[in-house]
Each structure stands twice: as C-alpha cells, then as structure tokens.
C-alpha cells in the first residue's frame, strides 16, 4: 500500500488528545513534503511551517531502514530541497528544515499543480530513494487556493492513481471543494485558521500516519477482553464502540492477508452448554447451579487457551495483541495475575484500561505488559474511552 498525505487543511475537532506523546516506533515509511513558499506568506509565518514539518518529523526514528523524508518547495515554480535518502540522521535532517528560507518573489502565482507532478515524477521515485514495501507519505502545505484549479485537480488525480492516499492540510480560507478533490477522501481534509495553530495538528498528523500502515511489516490478531457485564447493556455498547472507533483505522484483514484481525472475548460469552446436554427438568436444574460465574481471570484464561488458537482464527505468524477494559476490582487478585503471567509467557502484549473510580492502578499494573506507562490507560467513565482511543491506536502499531 502506498500512502501519500497532502498537507492543504487542517481540522483539529478529530476526537484527538492533544498533547499525546506520539511515538511510532520503529515502523519505516518515506515521507515527501511539499511546501508552499509563495509571496503571501510572512517570513514569521513560512518559520512556524518549517517548524510543523519539524516537530512532525520527531516523531520518527529516522534512517535507511526506518523513515526516509525529502522535501520540495513551491510557488511560481519548484524548488527540490532535498531527496528521501539525502538525510538519514534526525540530527542533520532537522538541522536542513531548519536552515530552509522563502526564495519567491512578490506577486508571484500559487502553481500547486507543479508541487503535485514533481512529487509523483520525481522525488517519490526509486532513483531517490524510495522504497517497496514501506508506506509511502507526501505532505503538502499550502496556505493558499492554487492558482490553476483544473490543472490542481488533474495533478492531484495523478498522484493518486499512483497508488498514494492523499490527506489535504491548510492554513486560511481555503476552497473547500478544492481541498476535497485534491485528498483521497474529505475526511482526510485538514484545516486550520492561522499558521500558530499548525502546532495542533501534528499529533494528528503522526497519529494518522502511524496507524494508516499497521499490520503491513507485521501482522497482528486484536484481541478485546471487556469486563462490563455487571455494568449493564448501556456500558458494554460504550466499550463496543470504543473497540470499533480503535479498530475503525486498521488495514482489517483476513488469515490470508498480512494485516490486522480483531476478536472479541466477554464474560457473558464463556461456558454455558449446548442444547444437547441435558434432557430432563431435574438434570437442567443441577446443571444451571453448576454452571460458573466468571470473572475476568477467566476472561484472560479463555483468551490465552482458547482465543489465539489456529481453530478459533488465529495465525501462527501473527504478533499477539490483547487490550482489555477493566471496569471493576478482581476479587481474586493473585488468581489473575497468574492469568495475565501465563498470557504474556504465550506471547500476548496485553494493554489495560480502567474504567472509573472501581480500578485499583496497582492491580492494572498486573495485568498490563512493560513498559506499563505504554500499556495501561485510565479514564473515569466509559464515555470518556473515546479521548484514549487514537492514543491506544498508535502504541498498539508500533513495529507493525
């Protein structure tokens, strides 16, 4: 999959926690940035972008096997800043943004088309150091409509068919339906009212990027453990929306594709009997008396000797995931622990979230794997799961 992120807007209501400390880990990925430099933007101003694509760019481990960036500039024409593979030490990368000045003359033309065609010809392109099989990523940042709008779209169209999925980021009032023509899809439009507020958006930024490519160096079975049954239906739906909205941006496949499966394990599912078990009154009743309340030790249990299993769907090649939403005290808290010793030993990272004011933080850290400030998340209610979602989406995918 290829994947290209144009910077011409910029939405900050995206459900995000701003702030997140954003890591993606070791996942490569070449990023192409194209960035407006024309007349009517101040010098300040072209300074506050050099510093968006900066901070945007910590966020990655930069090198020959991990994230690869080049950049151009653009105005009246194209200026190539330098290549993919022209900077592979962080260091000396944002030391070269940094040094980047305006070369544009007043008066002159926005040709955001020219940006657009030499992206697709040229620097995103094996002879600079593209690479196959890693997310390919171009960010354009824009502050302005372009000056050619049929020319703008055709450019973009281009760059599309070329296998790239386009985000579209910008600053002011820009066309809209321009911004939505030059993105592979309105919701990857992007827009923010002045260029102090780029620092905003990049941690949606990484979070998008991050994400967009989990499960293609790895692939990953997903699984959710929720702990709502004595919470009540209303709940349980919350903590079902809250894995929805964390899977919604996973490449979901299936045992045949190298990407992202996800599962579910709740306490109302396990044991029970079938219809052939008992045949008398008496037998049933016994049989009802018999039949085990679970806890979530069993929860995890029924996870480890029964979820990841080639029967139930899992793949042997596939790196094991649990995220599991804890919403109420263990009432045995040696017998879990042992649940969750005996998942990690079988391979299983497992993230926890608590849920209100139930969750004791020592017992959590029993079940979530190390480093914990990475795998154990916390929210007062399940409404509140939402405003941890994109934050548990990214740390889910690292070296995935």
Not at 12 to 24: F, I, K, S
Not at 217 to 224: L, S, Y
Not at 269 to 297: C, M, P, Q, T
Request: with cysteine; charged share 25%.
């Amino acid at each position: 999959m290829r994947v290209a992120i144009l910077l011409v807007s910029i939405l900050v209501q995206q459900g995000v926690v701003l702030g997140a400390n954003v890591d993606c880990g070791s996942n490569p990925a070449d990023i192409g940035f194209v960035v407006d430099a024309s007349w009517s933007i101040y010098p300040g101003n072209f300074k506050l972008m050099t510093d968006f694509v900066n901070n945007f760019i910590k966020t990655f481990e930069i090198g020959p096997e991990a994230t690869q960036v080049g950049l151009l500039t653009f105005s009246e024409s194209v200026k190539r800043e330098f290549w993919l593979n022209e900077f592979l030490d962080k260091s000396a990368l944002v030391k070269k943004v940094s040094s980047l000045r305006q070369s544009d003359t007043e008066g002159s033309s926005t040709q955001t088309h020219l940006g657009l065609d030499y992206m697709t010809n040229q620097l995103m392109t094996s002879a600079h150091g593209l690479r196959d099989g890693v997310p390919h990523i171009v960010i354009v940042l824009t502050d302005g409509n372009s000056t050619h709008p049929p020319k703008t779209s055709a450019a973009a169209q281009r760059l599309k068919a070329a296998g790239h999925s386009v985000y579209a980021i910008g600053v002011g009032k820009l066309y809209r339906q321009e911004l939505d023509g030059i993105a592979s899809d309105p919701s990857q439009v992007f827009l923010v009212d002045t260029f102090d507020a780029l620092s905003e958006i990049k941690e949606i930024l990484a979070i998008k990027v991050c994400v967009k490519a989990c499960g293609e160096r790895h692939p990953a079975d997903v699984m959710f453990l929720v702990d709502s049954y004595r919470s009540g239906d209303l709940q349980t739906k919350k903590a079902l929306d809250f894995m929805g909205q964390v899977s919604s941006n996973f490449e979901i496949g299936d045992a045949s594709d190298s990407q992202i499966q996800v599962g579910l394990v709740h306490e109302c599912l396990i044991g029970g009997f079938n219809f052939k078990k008992y045949s008398s009154k008496d037998d049933l009743e016994a049989g009802v008396e018999r039949v085990k309340v679970h806890d979530f030790a069993d929860v995890i249990e029924y996870m480890t000797v029964r979820s990841f299993t080639v029967d139930e769907g899992s793949r042997p090649n596939a790196k094991r995931v649990a995220v599991a939403i804890i919403d109420s005290k263990f009432p045995d808290t040696k017998k879990v622990k042992k649940a969750a010793d005996k998942a990690k030993a079988n391979n299983i990272e497992i993230f926890a979230i608590g849920v209100g004011a139930g969750n004791n933080y020592r017992e959590l850290t029993l079940v979530a794997s190390s480093p914990v400030k990475e795998h154990l998340f916390t929210v007062d209610s399940y409404d509140e799961l939402t405003n941890i979602a994109e934050e548990l989406k990214v740390n889910v995918c690292k070296d995935l």
